[in-house]
């Protein structure tokens, strides 16, 4: 059996070295090495395949290179959310194919959105809530409480990845709710670990560009406001929006810090009410 070792990551860019070190020499930040553990080169198991694709998210088929001039322009295929604050601020609807990441304190409303726009997008399309926080049942309890219309809503209870991607077979949409609480086996640390959010995220991104899934991702922030994990996590997002608010008000405001399928100037408004978020189109 081969012997694990482990290496020091940032939690600030991701940063790996075989020591602990005081100070982070790529992104300069102080106090930031955390220990994981590697995991060895796993055997040949009934999932190799899978297991090797996971080790190799970010190498996705691109072909050969092509002068600028051959280029075609691609169209960005949209889809309505069902929610028109969320639209705009994505720049006119959501992209086939993209990653979003959605980020907010804990009870500001994340689950309850894209609860909200998985109801929606399941009445055309094939929909997979996944959620690793929250038993199928409390899920919905929610969709009950909201009164959505979502008998064709898919659920999966789960935190494996490899174990979520088996379940993503003819999926359109899919939600991860949460990115901090799923795990791949390619590493042995515990799920939310700087090396795990960054894997995982980066075999969605490599799900996303080869199936042509749409994924929404929860993610939660620091006491600070920033997103928990590596900078990297931001990195392999197509957009990555922030649900603001204090918790005893109902209004909240969802700003898109990046977008790479429009503007990251957008700013949405929403009231909390008995049956979810609703769109504030005139805020005054």
Partial sequence: MAQKTTQYVCSECGYAAPRWLGKCPSCGAFNTMQEEIVAPAPAASSRPSKNAASRSAFALSGGKARPLSEVKYEEFQRVSSGISELDSVLGGGIVKGSLVLLGGDPGIGKSTLLTQTAAHLSKNHKVLYVSAEESCSQVKMRCERLGLSSDSLLLLNETNLEAIEESLDGVEYAVID??????????????????????CAASLMRIAKSRGITFFIIGHVTKEGSLAGPKVLEHIMDTVLYFEGEQEENYKLLRAVKNRFGSA????????????LKSVTSPS
């Fill in 265 to 276: 100037q957008e700013v949405g408004v929403f009231e909390m009410t008995e049956k979810g």
């Fill in 178 to 199: 949460s990115v901090q609480a799923i795990y791949t086996d390619a590493l042995s640390s515990a799920a939310g670990s700087v090396g795990q959010v960054r894997e």
